[in-house]
């Protein structure tokens, strides 16, 4: 498990994350999969119980991941902005986060979907992807090279992380 950890951190981490911290959460992710007791007792500073809803390696995934990797929010001009502030300021968007401030969920997240894909030409645009179960935030997402999607997709679902692209997952619950 622990390369397939690897790889998928690997790949949502993609210019965010340095080889040596994607090493450690994978060693650390496949560890806690493998022993959560184990892990648990020789790492009593984690705050983690069996009340929550996901599994310990996989709690160990999303809470190492940095904000500029994982983008948490409560509302889609929220998510924007972060997802913003984690380029460079020589990116330009068209779009501002407050545009999204009075429009419904779709049509938000259509916008800011069109414009992530306008980035990162040689990676065939970024595509947004709900990852893993929501805690504390409305809005849980990563962001991927489209070219990477499909080996994204089939990792997390190898290690048991729920991912999906965000904006087909909401355009299904709107229309259900």
């Known amino acids: 498990m622990k390369n397939q950890l ?15 911290d994607i090493e450690r959460i994978a060693e650390e992710a496949s560890q806690a999969y493998a022993d959560p007791a184990g892990f648990l007792a ?39 902005q972060h997802i913003v502030d984690s380029f460079d300021k020589s990116i330009a968007f068209t779009l501002k986060p407050k545009q999204l401030a009075k429009t419904e969920p779709l049509t938000a997240l259509n916008r800011i979907q069109v414009q992530m894909s306008a980035l990162n030409k040689e990676a065939g645009g970024y595509v947004l992807l709900n990852f893993s179960q ?43």
């Open 134 to 176: 929501l805690l504390d935030d409305e809005l849980q997402m990563v962001m991927v090279g489209q070219n990477d999607l499909p080996r994204v997709l089939e990792l997390s679902e190898q290690v048991g992380i729920a991912a999906a692209p965000a904006l087909e997952a909401l355009r299904v619950a709107v229309h259900v």
């Open 6 to 20: 690897l790889e998928l951190i690997s790949l949502i981490g993609a210019g965010c994350l340095r080889e040596e």
């Open 42 to 80: 020789a790492n009593p500073d984690i705050n983690y119980d069996d009340s929550f809803p996901i599994p310990l390696g996989e709690w160990i995934v999303v809470g190492s991941l940095p904000e500029t990797v994982l983008f948490q929010a409560d509302s889609y001009p929220e998510l924007f």
